[in-house]
């Protein structure tokens, strides 16, 4: 049975405290959960239904499909484990391969010098059986193969991905200091936005937020702006498979919304003209109006009840806190004065600017954004009195 076909342990990552979305998300898709890590979830799926998780999902990193689960004390005896599959049943003789890993083991300080004994072992049993030996380097633009090594025991996987399902292809002109598609989508996922009602996204920067928005309203899935995949590069790959997994999540993009209203705003008149392309090579500029105004003078629609949702610089690596300070209250004003009815969400990772706000939190969603301790404030913005 081809591993196209063979169910298997399939490890879906994502960056740390995105794991509950991506949960959510799996399940969506028609996955049962058999474990969900801080890191990713465990389902049991073939590779073919990899093929599905990496065109869906919005929150993770990689997929990755289990091969083989080994001891291993040292490099040398990892060499023999990965020498003994039959890698010719996987690899094209004249193919490029690249090996990552993360690693936990006393023996070994470098990553690196664990990728290279995997490698070694791939191409000379590719040496030894076809009499060829493929292309290896550090793109992962062909197949990729991973390695999990903590203390004695390991686990070989084939990372179906290749390049980070993180990055939604879609953004050629990051901005200043962007925020990750996925972490943005699922902020999008962790709010009580009911995808029809309006969005609204000051300081929009390069536009992720509100794209994400756009494409989460029109079931709309980031694996549709990739073309290469980690999965197309393996023997078996049978391509009418994966496009006819295309041809279904295609078939299911809303082309209306009634009632959708996505409007992101900045001051910054590059900032709009970058997140305008942005928005065109995702397919969605005609969903969103941008505007090139003051956050605090972004027209908010009074007919419907949405959310609002502001990620502000909050000192880690831009601006200065005290301007940020005063930043940070007029942001308060904003919502308390032209956001009634709505809920608001800031995106922040600096609680002491945060109580500039003025306005208490409903909900503190945890998050990282980078290595930075991040929160997703949410807020009940009340239309007259709480009663």
């Given at each position: 049975m081809?591993?196209?076909?063979?169910k298997?342990?399939?490890i879906?990552?994502c960056?740390?405290?995105?794991?509950?979305?991506?949960?959510q998300e799996?399940?969506e898709l028609?996955?049962?959960?058999?474990?969900t890590?801080?890191?990713?979830?465990?389902?049991?799926?073939?590779?073919n239904?990899?093929i599905?998780?990496?065109?869906?999902?919005r929150c993770a990193s990689?997929?990755?499909?289990n091969?083989?689960?080994?001891?291993a004390?040292?490099?040398?005896?990892?060499y023999?484990?990965v020498?003994?599959?039959?890698?010719e049943?996987?690899?094209a003789?004249?193919?490029?391969f690249?090996?990552?890993?993360?690693v936990?083991?006393d023996?070994?300080?470098?990553?690196?010098?664990?990728?290279?004994?995997v490698?070694?072992?791939?191409?000379d049993?590719m040496q030894?059986?076809?009499?060829a030996?493929?292309?290896?380097g550090?793109?992962?633009?062909?197949?990729?193969?991973?390695?999990?090594?903590?203390?004695d025991?390991?686990?070989?996987?084939?990372d179906?991905?290749g390049?980070?399902l993180?990055?939604?292809?879609y953004?050629k002109?990051?901005g200043?200091?962007p925020m990750?598609e996925?972490?943005?989508?699922?902020?999008?996922?962790a709010?009580?936005?009911?995808?029809?009602s309006?969005?609204?996204n000051?300081?929009?920067?390069s536009?992720?937020?509100?794209?994400?928005?756009a494409?989460?309203a029109?079931?709309t899935?980031?694996g549709?702006?990739?073309?290469n995949?980690?999965?197309?590069?393996?023997?078996?790959?049978?391509?009418t498979?994966?496009?006819?997994?295309?041809?279904?999540?295609?078939?299911r993009i809303k082309?209306?919304?009634p009632?959708l209203?996505?409007?992101?705003?900045?001051?910054d008149?590059q900032?709009?003209?970058n997140?305008t392309?942005?928005?065109?090579a995702?397919?969605?500029?005609?969903?969103?109006e941008?505007n090139?105004?003051?956050f605090a003078?972004t027209?908010?629609?009074?007919d419907k009840n949405?959310?609002?949702?502001?990620?502000?610089?909050?000192g880690e690596?831009?601006?200065?806190?005290?301007?940020?300070?005063?930043?940070?209250?007029?942001i308060?004003?904003?919502?308390?004065?032209?956001?009634?009815g709505y809920h608001?969400?800031i995106?922040?990772?600096?609680?002491?600017?945060?109580?500039?706000?003025?306005?208490?939190?409903?909900?503190?969603?945890?998050?990282?954004?980078?290595?930075i301790?991040c929160?997703l404030?949410?807020?009940?913005?009340y239309?007259?009195t709480?009663?």
């Open positions: 081809s591993l196209y076909e063979k298997g342990a399939v879906i990552t960056n740390k405290r995105l794991a509950p979305y991506l949960e799996v399940k028609g996955f049962p959960i058999e474990e890590f801080i890191t990713g979830v465990r389902i049991n799926a073939t590779m239904e990899c599905r998780l990496n065109l869906g999902l990689q997929v990755l499909y091969i083989k689960q080994f001891e004390r040292d490099a040398d005896a990892v023999k484990e020498y003994s599959y039959p890698w049943q996987l690899l003789p004249d193919g490029y690249s090996v990552t890993s993360n936990f083991n023996t070994i300080n470098n990553n690196m010098f664990a990728n290279l004994r490698k070694d072992a791939i191409v049993r030894e059986k076809t009499g030996r493929p292309s290896t550090a793109e992962l633009s062909g197949a990729v193969i991973h390695l999990f090594w903590k203390g025991a390991a686990e070989l996987f084939i179906t991905s390049d980070s993180a990055r939604h292809g953004r002109i990051p200043r200091a990750l996925a972490l943005a989508a699922a902020t999008i996922l709010g009580k936005w009911d995808r029809k309006p969005f609204i000051p300081m929009c920067g536009g992720t937020l509100a794209i994400e928005a494409l989460i029109t079931d899935c980031p549709l702006f990739r073309n995949y980690a999965f197309m590069h393996l023997l078996g790959f049978d391509e498979v994966y496009q006819d997994e295309r041809g279904r999540l295609e078939n082309d209306n919304v009632g209203r996505i409007i992101a705003t900045d001051y008149a900032a709009i003209v997140a392309k942005n928005a065109k995702a397919g969605v500029a005609d969903l969103i941008f090139k105004v003051d003078d027209h908010v629609p009074q949405g959310v609002v949702y502001i990620n502000p610089e909050y690596r831009l601006g200065e806190l005290n301007e940020l300070e005063a930043t940070y209250k007029r308060g004003d904003f919502m308390k004065q032209q956001c009634k608001g969400y995106f922040t990772g600096n609680m002491e600017l945060a109580k500039k706000i003025g306005l208490k939190a409903s909900r503190r969603i945890e998050f990282y954004n980078s290595k301790d929160r404030l949410e807020y009940e913005l239309a007259g709480k009663a």
